[in-house]
DNA sequence: TGCTATACTGTAAACGCTTTCAGAAAGCGT
DNA sequence: ACGCTTTCTGAAAGCGTTTACAGTATAGCA
């Protein structure tokens, strides 16, 4: 029996001595780098599985190596949304054999002491960037670097040729809207944005602007909040319409999130949905089915968009040519909160 | 203008040639170690202002600096539960001026050879634990070594004096068992169990068999299933025993995402919720509310927990004394799936 | 004036790894 | 016996930091 020191832990240098080798060959047998003498991979094995040996990760990068990591930077992970996003990340990544790391954290721009991104070129192989959580400026370094970039639900600034995955979000808004319009004859139609600059909120409008405008509706500025796609700011942005008496037969909540909110705002205030108010959202998140009424939504597939955006990063960091722009379909989903049955 | 190269990350090096200093000298205005020149000091910053310098992370660690940073450890992150627990999470780190990395995947004990943890004592300074996803062996290598550890609901293996935060299962899971009993008085009442080894499960099937015992009503292991807290098994456990017709007029689902799954099965079949039969959840996810009928389930304060989790884990990062054992409070939350209105 | 304390700065080792380079040993054809 | 490959191995440099240590001025003090 040994005396326990107080465990460090074993390092290259540690197997090399007790295997009788020097470091290089440890290293050799390890990434299967270079001809060892199949006795000698042997004994460096049953060294490094007596000492319990793991490779030190970041002395690994310094020194140069690939890190089989791929990293997430994303705003925040609280929401029904994510979920999904993750686990076809998950599953993507999985299938590769890379590890995924998630930094969830709002991007704060340029004040003096920024923090920095603790994910980047250095501790991983490539990155996926959701929305606005990274600067142009900082997509541009990493760019010029040449260091492989996937963007979740945005498009590559201009001129720069970075793959992105994202969904049909005109159509399915235009769908949904032509729903409410058509189906139900509803013409003072609002509409709760998400955050500032969102992507995918701009295309959502679009869709419903071009919805009314297929059906003669004139867009009312005033029928436009902000639900920043968040249902606790959805449902103040609806609790003021109604302090303010603004007159609606629908809501496209922007998101399914958002449309929770809405829904909520709505009960308090002792309106029925749909008979009073309907109310849509965007997504089709796993709760929309189970909510009272169940939501009328579009469907995205929020899984296939993680799945696809690592697929895309893994041929980049493999040298592949990956496909610049994916825009995966959406479908209109007609559940009860329109006033379907 | 100067000439771009293929911009290459500044490192400390370029930042002392710019700043016609030593690298020592740049490190010490970075870290504030040591006197230096006020002159200097200003000389120095611009010049990592001016190349946009970043410490290397992995470098530093390496050269055994702390990280300012601490993991998470989770075996996924798909399900309303997570939600809540990272925001809390985030917020306690934030508040301290950590960042928080994630690492989500199922642990695969000892296959020859398993991937080694992406997150551990060399990148980061702390680590949180969510339940299983490190094996007794690794927690107590970690544990040895004073590396700085926080449980998430699960208590620590024996013998180990490390900090867990977990919510009162037992007694939340008996007052809701009880509520279903006594006010509603279902006597049939079947359990959908967590999956195997799992903490939480553990306690709240105790709660759930304490209640029963309380008001005489005999246990039948044919009313535990196995739900293992994720919508889809649940589901399909409930359809098991819709097929074997088993009888039971409630089903205690085990957690919120469950009785989602449970409420699925139950009107797929036919059963209306709660008049046929009555189903709860526990945790109070924030769809509990919305969904048809509205969940009775147990508060359980899961953003709390994370906060808390982070509070202690700095506090032994810092060398402080940590709550050894924290318990938080759960509280019945009676809606109406129980069949209450 | 010379001495010592003080303020500042640089040199170099170390952290754990990969990788280039070169050398040793063995096999082969002649 | 010779030289040439081929196979295996080790020494050492380098990755970007921190930090002990050793300076070098400068100021203060006798």
Known sequence: MSVQRPSRRATITDVARMAGVSIATVSRVLNGTGPVADETVVIVQQAMEELNYTPHAAARSLAGRSTETIGLLLPRLSG??????????????????????????????????????????????????????????????????????????????????????????????????????????????????????????????????????????????????????????????????????????????????????????LRQAGKQVPDDVAVVGFDDVPFARLMAPSLTTVRAPIETVGEEAVRQLITVIHGGEPVPFTLLPTELVVRQSCGCK
Chains 1, 2 share one sequence.
């Open 80 to 265: 029904a949304f994510y979920p999904p996003l993750i686990r076809g990340l998950e599953t993507g990544a999985k299938e590769h054999g890379f590890d995924l790391l998630i930094h969830a954290s709002v991007y704060v721009p340029q004040d003096g002491a920024r923090r920095p991104v603790p994910l980047d070129e250095r501790n991983t192989d490539g990155l996926l960037i959701f929305t606005d959580r990274l600067d142009d400026t900082e997509i541009n370094r990493l760019y010029e670097q040449g260091f492989p970039l996937v963007l979740l639900y945005r498009a590559a600034p201009a001129g720069l040729n970075i793959p992105s995955v994202t969904v049909e979000n005109k159509r399915g808004a235009r769908s949904l809207v032509e729903h409410l319009i058509t189906v139900h004859g509803y013409r003072r139609i609002a509409y709760l944005a998400g955050p500032r600059g969102n992507e995918d909120s701009y295309w959502r409008e679009l869709g419903y602007r071009e919805a009314l405008e297929a059906h003669g509706i004139p867009f009312d500025p005033d029928l436009v909040g902000r639900g920043d796609f968040d249902d606790v700011l959805a449902r103040s942005a609806v609790e003021d319409w109604l302090r303010r008496r603004v007159a609606f037969d629908a809501i496209f909540a922007g998101d399914d999130e958002a449309a929770s909110g809405c829904i909520m705002a």
